[in-house]
């Protein structure tokens, strides 16, 4: 029997899969969910939103997915890993992924004409809104960058005919500000900062209560959650880590709560485990 069934869960609940039913929706991931579902609506191009690692991006790309899907009136696709080896192969991604049909032979002018053809036709006559959304987008080449930009100067009078949502980490702020004419296109732009120490509760309770738990009873006490924020600095992946880790010890320590001595015991073995790790590689390094 799984552990979480042990302890009254129906599903896992500190997963760090990117499930959008497990987004706790602290005030940062709903203003930037919020708004660029405003954005998109509107047709105003392009969106940025970037965050640290272990922020949340993933799982909000996820929820955002699951919000365009109870939509008629949207087209679109999620790339998860843009690392595309030049310009020709990210506009054949489009165009399969968006079920275009081209010569095999198409050169990149004439991609970009059939792109710009769909785009139109879609946009345009059928009144859709055709969204790209690129999860970890740090990784974008300057290439693949390149033929967005060229992309969002697809339009009409009245709005934009390409919709793009990045999602990255900080340094793909970096990467677009030495891109000027792509920079000004930004319509809307946010970062995503870790949670409080209220939204680490609410987010530990959220999960719990989402995961099938319903017990009266606080499985994590306040004092474990002080340690918990204080250690994970309100990062939610971390914070998930740590969670895991600590209903595993509770059913191998028969315990009923999770209180602050035993999150401890699990922040000095990993500490410990750390150093260790550590101390091999400099070890290696010193051979």
Known sequence: MS?????????????????????????????????????????RGLSVILGDVGTGKTTLSRKLVQELSDRDDFIFNIVLDPSFENEKSFLEYLARNYDISYPADANVMVLKETLEKFLFQKGAVENKIVVLIVDEAQKLSGNS???????????????????????????????????????????????LNPLSREETKEMIEFRIR??????????????????????????????????????????????????????????????????????????????
């Open 3 to 43: 552990y979480y069934k042990v302890l009254g869960f129906e599903r896992e609940p500190f997963s760090t899969s990117p499930d959008p039913a497990f987004l706790y929706l602290a005030n940062d991931h709903q203003t930037a969910l919020i708004n660029t579902i405003i954005e998109l609506r509107l047709r």
């Open 145 to 191: 960058l390149e033929a967005m930009r060229i992309l969002l100067n697809y339009e009409t009078n009245e709005f934009k005919l390409f919709q793009l949502v990045l999602l990255g980490q900080l340094e793909l702020h970096t990467k677009i500000m030495n891109m000027p004419n792509f920079f000004d296109r930004i319509s809307f732009k946010y970062t």
């Open 210 to 287: 989402t995961a099938g738990y319903k017990s009266n009873m606080h499985l994590f006490l306040g004092e474990a959650v002080d340690e918990i924020y204080s250690y994970t600095k309100g990062y939610p992946r971390r914070i998930m880590m740590l969670c895991h880790a600590a209903l595993k010890d509770l059913i191998m320590k028969k315990k009923m709560v999770v209180d602050a001595r035993l999150v401890g015991e699990i922040i000095k073995s990993e500490v410990k485990s750390g150093w260790e790790v550590l101390n091999h590689q400099l070890q290696k390094e010193n051979y």
